[in-house]
């Protein structure tokens, strides 16, 4: 497994690269909470699941912030060079 940042990971099951994250939920008629393990995309190479990584990554991103362009391309720049230091 390849851990990621915020709440991502890669992982494979010999045949295949799944993008993952763990979702949380709360039932609505106990209050009791559980998570579960939400699988965002299939791929056929790491590079693939790195890709749809920064893709998830932005979206989060994009939904919970307001940005302009120039935050968006820092924000495009700073998950490179996060994926360049854990692989390299």
Same mark, same amino acid.
Request: charged content about 25%; overall charge negative.
């Given at each position: 497994m #390849?851990?990621?940042k915020n709440g991502f990971y #890669?992982?494979?099951d010999?045949?295949?690269f799944m993008l993952c994250t763990i979702k949380e939920s709360t039932k609505k008629e106990t209050g009791e909470k559980s998570s579960r393990e939400e699988v965002l995309a299939y791929c056929g190479t790491l590079e693939q699941a790195l890709n749809a990584y920064k893709k998830e990554a932005m979206l989060k991103k994009v939904? !919970?912030?307001d940005m302009d362009l120039k935050h968006v391309l820092r924000a495009i720049k700073e998950l490179k060079n !996060? #994926?360049?230091e854990q692989v390299g």
């Open positions: #390849i851990n990621l #890669i992982k494979s010999g045949t295949q939904a !919970e912030e !996060e #994926i360049h």
